[in-house]
Protein backbone atom coordinates (compact mmCIF):
# COMPACT_ATOMS: atom_id res chain seq x y z
CA UNK A 1 0.00 0.00 0.00
CA UNK A 2 2.38 2.87 -1.35
CA UNK A 3 1.73 6.26 0.40
CA UNK A 4 1.51 9.39 -1.17
CA UNK A 5 4.06 9.63 -3.76
CA UNK A 6 5.87 13.07 -5.01
CA UNK A 7 8.45 13.65 -7.44
CA UNK A 8 11.30 14.65 -7.51
CA UNK A 9 12.67 13.95 -4.61
CA UNK A 10 14.98 17.33 -5.73
CA UNK A 11 14.51 20.08 -8.57
CA UNK A 12 17.34 22.72 -9.52
CA UNK A 13 16.05 25.31 -11.74
CA UNK A 14 17.51 28.53 -12.67
CA UNK A 15 15.83 31.71 -12.13
CA UNK A 16 12.87 32.38 -14.37
CA UNK A 17 12.36 28.55 -15.30
CA UNK A 18 9.03 27.03 -15.01
CA UNK A 19 9.33 24.01 -11.88
CA UNK A 20 6.34 21.31 -12.36
CA UNK A 21 5.89 18.94 -9.05
CA UNK A 22 4.18 16.33 -9.20
CA UNK A 23 1.83 14.26 -6.34
CA UNK A 24 0.35 10.82 -7.03
CA UNK A 25 -2.17 10.70 -3.47
CA UNK A 26 -2.64 7.33 -1.08
CA UNK A 27 -5.09 4.78 -3.31
CA UNK A 28 -8.80 6.00 -3.42
CA UNK A 29 -7.89 9.14 -1.77
CA UNK A 30 -9.18 12.05 -4.09
CA UNK A 31 -8.56 15.09 -1.89
CA UNK A 32 -4.99 16.74 -2.08
CA UNK A 33 -3.45 19.35 -0.22
CA UNK A 34 -0.19 20.92 -1.44
CA UNK A 35 2.23 23.08 1.91
CA UNK A 36 5.20 25.23 1.96
CA UNK A 37 7.58 24.83 3.96
CA UNK A 38 10.14 27.43 3.76
CA UNK A 39 14.08 26.89 5.77
CA UNK A 40 13.19 27.06 9.55
CA UNK A 41 9.32 27.66 9.34
CA UNK A 42 6.56 25.83 9.39
CA UNK A 43 4.36 24.33 6.95
CA UNK A 44 1.78 26.29 5.55
CA UNK A 45 -0.88 25.95 3.37
CA UNK A 46 -1.08 26.65 -0.24
CA UNK A 47 -4.14 24.68 -2.40
CA UNK A 48 -6.86 22.15 -1.45
CA UNK A 49 -7.96 19.86 -4.73
CA UNK A 50 -10.29 17.37 -5.53
CA UNK A 51 -10.51 15.66 -8.74
CA UNK A 52 -10.74 18.50 -11.30
CA UNK A 53 -11.58 21.23 -9.11
CA UNK A 54 -9.90 23.62 -7.38
CA UNK A 55 -11.29 23.84 -3.86
CA UNK A 56 -9.50 26.43 -1.57
CA UNK A 57 -6.51 28.86 -3.10
CA UNK A 58 -6.48 30.65 -0.43
CA UNK A 59 -2.53 30.36 0.48
CA UNK A 60 -1.36 30.68 -3.06
CA UNK A 61 0.61 33.20 -4.17
CA UNK A 62 -1.44 35.37 -6.41
CA UNK A 63 1.18 35.47 -9.49
CA UNK A 64 3.54 32.60 -11.10
CA UNK A 65 2.13 29.49 -9.02
CA UNK A 66 -0.87 27.14 -10.38
CA UNK A 67 -2.14 23.78 -9.36
CA UNK A 68 -4.68 21.12 -10.82
CA UNK A 69 -5.65 17.43 -9.96
CA UNK A 70 -7.18 16.31 -13.30
CA UNK A 71 -9.46 12.86 -13.57
CA UNK A 72 -6.72 10.86 -14.30
CA UNK A 73 -3.12 11.36 -13.55
CA UNK A 74 -1.15 12.99 -10.28
CA UNK A 75 -2.00 16.65 -8.59
CA UNK A 76 0.43 19.54 -10.48
CA UNK A 77 1.89 22.39 -8.37
CA UNK A 78 3.31 24.45 -11.43
CA UNK A 79 5.70 27.51 -10.37
CA UNK A 80 6.96 29.42 -13.72
CA UNK A 81 9.16 32.03 -13.84
CA UNK A 82 10.70 30.89 -10.23
CA UNK A 83 12.63 33.42 -8.32
CA UNK A 84 15.37 32.28 -5.29
CA UNK A 85 12.66 33.15 -2.85
CA UNK A 86 10.54 29.61 -4.37
CA UNK A 87 13.36 27.70 -2.78
CA UNK A 88 11.47 25.34 -0.23
CA UNK A 89 10.05 21.88 0.45
CA UNK A 90 6.50 21.21 -0.93
CA UNK A 91 4.80 18.63 0.37
CA UNK A 92 1.16 17.42 -0.71
CA UNK A 93 -1.17 15.40 1.49
CA UNK A 94 -3.90 13.41 0.63
CA UNK A 95 -7.48 12.27 2.34
CA UNK A 96 -9.84 10.06 1.16
CA UNK A 97 -12.57 12.45 1.99
CA UNK A 98 -13.14 16.39 2.80
CA UNK A 99 -12.21 15.93 6.39
CA UNK A 100 -8.10 16.37 6.51
CA UNK A 101 -8.14 14.73 10.52
CA UNK A 102 -4.93 12.84 10.23
CA UNK A 103 -4.54 13.15 6.34
CA UNK A 104 -0.78 11.51 5.18
CA UNK A 105 1.95 13.57 4.07
CA UNK A 106 4.65 12.47 1.28
CA UNK A 107 8.21 13.09 1.87
CA UNK A 108 8.13 16.23 -0.34
CA UNK A 109 10.11 18.04 -2.80
CA UNK A 110 12.99 20.42 -2.37
CA UNK A 111 12.94 22.91 -4.61
CA UNK A 112 16.62 24.94 -5.27
CA UNK A 113 16.39 28.26 -7.37
CA UNK A 114 19.59 29.18 -8.64
CA UNK B 1 -0.42 36.66 11.33
CA UNK B 2 1.35 33.36 13.29
CA UNK B 3 -2.20 31.50 15.04
CA UNK B 4 -0.11 28.47 17.03
CA UNK B 5 3.01 30.12 18.10
CA UNK B 6 5.62 26.91 19.43
CA UNK B 7 8.29 26.59 21.47
CA UNK B 8 11.28 26.03 22.37
CA UNK B 9 12.94 26.24 18.68
CA UNK B 10 15.37 23.32 19.90
CA UNK B 11 15.58 20.92 22.74
CA UNK B 12 18.48 18.99 23.42
CA UNK B 13 17.39 16.28 26.97
CA UNK B 14 19.94 13.50 27.78
CA UNK B 15 18.34 9.73 26.78
CA UNK B 16 15.99 9.15 29.18
CA UNK B 17 14.91 12.59 30.39
CA UNK B 18 11.26 14.13 29.46
CA UNK B 19 11.01 16.49 26.45
CA UNK B 20 8.54 19.25 26.67
CA UNK B 21 7.03 21.43 23.82
CA UNK B 22 4.42 23.84 23.93
CA UNK B 23 2.30 25.38 21.60
CA UNK B 24 -0.38 28.36 22.34
CA UNK B 25 -3.27 29.23 19.58
CA UNK B 26 -5.83 32.34 19.19
CA UNK B 27 -8.39 30.83 17.33
CA UNK B 28 -11.13 29.54 19.50
CA UNK B 29 -12.88 27.69 16.42
CA UNK B 30 -9.86 25.47 16.46
CA UNK B 31 -10.90 21.86 17.28
CA UNK B 32 -8.03 19.34 16.63
CA UNK B 33 -4.39 19.55 17.56
CA UNK B 34 -2.68 17.55 16.01
CA UNK B 35 1.54 16.56 16.49
CA UNK B 36 3.63 15.74 13.86
CA UNK B 37 7.11 13.99 13.51
CA UNK B 38 9.48 15.13 10.61
CA UNK B 39 12.93 13.53 9.99
CA UNK B 40 15.21 14.76 7.30
CA UNK B 41 14.35 14.79 3.99
CA UNK B 42 11.01 13.08 5.31
CA UNK B 43 7.30 14.35 5.24
CA UNK B 44 5.80 15.01 8.36
CA UNK B 45 3.97 12.39 10.12
CA UNK B 46 1.27 11.81 12.68
CA UNK B 47 2.38 11.45 16.08
CA UNK B 48 -0.56 11.87 17.78
CA UNK B 49 -3.57 14.41 17.90
CA UNK B 50 -6.34 15.65 20.35
CA UNK B 51 -9.95 17.51 20.42
CA UNK B 52 -10.37 20.08 23.35
CA UNK B 53 -13.00 17.74 25.32
CA UNK B 54 -10.42 15.94 26.53
CA UNK B 55 -7.29 17.73 29.27
CA UNK B 56 -4.73 14.82 28.42
CA UNK B 57 -4.14 11.64 25.69
CA UNK B 58 -1.20 9.14 26.09
CA UNK B 59 -0.01 6.88 23.75
CA UNK B 60 3.49 4.80 24.50
CA UNK B 61 5.84 7.64 25.75
CA UNK B 62 3.98 10.45 23.84
CA UNK B 63 1.14 12.50 25.98
CA UNK B 64 -0.62 15.28 24.93
CA UNK B 65 -1.45 17.89 28.10
CA UNK B 66 -4.45 20.34 26.54
CA UNK B 67 -5.84 23.41 28.36
CA UNK B 68 -8.73 24.72 26.96
CA UNK B 69 -9.11 28.20 29.08
CA UNK B 70 -5.98 28.91 28.61
CA UNK B 71 -5.51 28.29 24.96
CA UNK B 72 -2.31 25.76 25.34
CA UNK B 73 -1.43 22.02 24.67
CA UNK B 74 1.99 20.53 24.92
CA UNK B 75 3.61 17.54 23.82
CA UNK B 76 5.34 15.37 26.31
CA UNK B 77 7.75 12.41 25.50
CA UNK B 78 8.94 10.36 28.19
CA UNK B 79 12.24 8.05 28.44
CA UNK B 80 13.36 9.84 25.35
CA UNK B 81 15.85 7.90 23.15
CA UNK B 82 18.19 9.33 20.42
CA UNK B 83 16.05 7.94 17.87
CA UNK B 84 13.19 10.30 18.58
CA UNK B 85 15.69 12.94 17.26
CA UNK B 86 13.65 14.91 14.82
CA UNK B 87 11.92 18.19 14.34
CA UNK B 88 8.13 18.18 15.73
CA UNK B 89 5.16 20.57 14.88
CA UNK B 90 1.92 21.20 16.92
CA UNK B 91 -0.36 22.40 14.13
CA UNK B 92 -4.35 22.89 14.67
CA UNK B 93 -7.60 22.63 12.63
CA UNK B 94 -11.46 23.82 12.85
CA UNK B 95 -13.77 25.91 11.93
CA UNK B 96 -14.74 24.17 9.18
CA UNK B 97 -11.49 24.97 7.30
CA UNK B 98 -9.35 21.82 6.18
CA UNK B 99 -6.36 23.90 6.38
CA UNK B 100 -4.12 22.89 9.12
CA UNK B 101 -2.30 25.66 10.61
CA UNK B 102 0.96 24.87 12.55
CA UNK B 103 3.81 26.07 14.76
CA UNK B 104 7.40 26.81 13.47
CA UNK B 105 8.72 23.85 15.05
CA UNK B 106 10.94 22.38 17.54
CA UNK B 107 13.89 20.82 16.68
CA UNK B 108 14.50 17.85 19.47
CA UNK B 109 18.32 16.24 20.27
CA UNK B 110 18.10 13.76 22.51
CA UNK B 111 21.55 12.84 23.36
CA UNK B 112 22.83 9.32 24.14
Given at each position: ????????????????????????????????????????????????????????????????????????G????RI????????????C???????????????????T?? | ?????????S??????????I??A????????????????????????????????????R????????????????????????????????????????F????K?????
Amino acid sequence: NAGVMQNPRHLVRRRGQEARLRCSPMKGHSHVYWYRQLPEEGLKFMVYLQKENIIDESGMPKERFSAEFPKEGPSILRIQQVVRGDSAAYFCASSPTRSPYGYTFGSGTRLTVV
Amino acid sequence: QQQVKQSPQSLIVQKGGISIINCAYENTAFDYFPWYQQFPGKGPALLIAIRPDVSEKKEGRFTISFNKSAKQFSLHIMDSQPGDSATYFCAALGGGSEKLVFGKGTKLTVNP
